[in-house]
T-cell receptor, first 113, second 117 residues
């Protein structure tokens, strides 16, 4: 049982390049989330999805897009990377409800130069 | 909106000493409370959570946290720490409000616990 898997684990981009981060979960969870982690700021929610075909904005959505075409996958896209998007990105999933545990992937460390 | 404040960014302690990691939150609605732990180069794992009932909750590895509604706090404690407890700890809240909060978490800034031999 793999849980939540993120690819890639590391990436270096040049300013203006685009990329897609992939998140896959095998727990049949309805809810999926993308967070970014920056030193001294904890984790902040970028976008989330409450089911296949749905997406919604979180706290810091600017510069990112997401898609959830299949229930098990949640993609995070950067159309034109900026140095301010240098961060560690975490995907998470949960079954249903605010009282359930969120399961996190191991993170993607992205550097934009 | 909710906010979470972790009062200490770094806490160094010696092995077998007690430790307390402080967490205060602010919310206009009822929330669930969580502590997550992040070991080096890993994702976050749930340590413990408060949903309702007894205000003292415990984890399987000896941590405990107490929900104090009047002080809006959820401090994490352990009476005797081990080297293996070295990690970053995050306090988080999610809104209780029916089915509309969707489990979105608001995190504190994190506290790095370093246990020295």
């Amino acid at each position: 049982n793999a849980g939540v898997t993120q690819t890639p684990k590391f990436r270096v981009l040049k300013t203006g390049q685009s990329m897609t981060l992939l998140c896959a979960q095998d727990m049949n969870h309805e809810y999926m989330y993308w967070y970014r982690q920056d030193p001294g700021m904890g984790l902040r929610l970028i976008h989330y999805s409450v089911g296949e075909g749905t997406t919604a904005k979180g706290e810091v959505p600017d510069g990112y897009n997401v898609s959830r075409l299949k229930k098990q996958n949640f993609l995070l896209g950067l159309e034109s990377a900026a140095p301010s998007q240098t961060s560690v990105y975490f995907c998470a999933s949960s079954y249903l409800g605010a009282d359930t545990e969120a399961f996190f992937g191991q993170g993607t460390r992205l550097t934009v130069v | 909106a909710q906010s979470v404040t972790q009062l200490d960014s770094q806490v160094p302690v010696f092995e077998e000493a007690p430790v307390e990691l402080r967490c205060n939150y602010s919310s206009s609605v009822s929330v669930y409370l969580f502590w997550y732990v992040q070991y080096p180069n890993q994702g976050l794992q749930l340590l413990l959570k408060y949903l309702s009932g007894s205000t003292l909750v415990e984890s399987i590895n000896g941590f405990e946290a107490e929900f104090n509604k009047s002080q809006t706090s959820f401090h994490l404690r352990k009476p005797s720490v081990h080297i293996s407890d070295t990690a970053e700890y995050f306090c988080a809240v999610s809104v209780r409000a029916g089915g509309t909060s969707y489990g979105k978490l608001t995190f504190g800034q994190g506290t790095i616990l370093t246990v020295h031999p």
